[in-house]
């Protein structure tokens, strides 16, 4: 009954900037995380970056230099503003909300958008 729909992804050349918005069709907490993580051919999907309903922030690595996670409660909805893209930052991103309550527990996965940096 949750899905997850995301958007903004496409082609950048390098230094340029992206948006990348995730909607939550359905019920979820109020106290739910949410999160971007990031798969590059060949590697493991890595985290990059996740929100508290209350606005807490956390970046893995040095993604903070760069990158900038926002939510919108109202809506439901989960934004990642890049900038200063590289080529390396090429990846499929994928937006996730979750709740680790162990009377409420879930994780629920957007489809993935694909983010290409190249001039």
């Known amino acids: 009954q949750v899905q997850l729909v995301e958007s903004g992804g496409g082609l950048v050349q390098p230094g340029g900037s992206l948006r990348l918005s995730c909607t939550v069709v359905?019920?979820?907490?109020?106290?739910?995380?949410m999160g971007w993580y990031r798969q590059a051919p060949g590697k493991q999907r890595e985290l990059v970056a996740r929100?508290?309903?209350?606005?807490?922030?956390y970046y893995a690595d040095s993604f903070e230099d760069r990158f900038t996670i926002s939510r919108h409660n109202g809506k439901n909805m989960v934004f990642l503003q890049m900038d200063s893209l590289k080529p390396e930052d090429t990846a499929v991103y994928y937006c996730?909300?979750?709740?680790?309550?162990?009377?409420?527990?879930?994780?629920?996965w957007g489809q993935g958008t694909q983010v290409t940096v190249s001039s």
């Open positions: 359905g019920s979820i907490l109020s106290n739910s995380l």
């Open positions: 996730r909300v979750w709740n680790s309550v162990s009377w409420a527990s879930y994780s629920y």
């Open positions: 929100i508290t309903s209350g606005g807490t922030t």
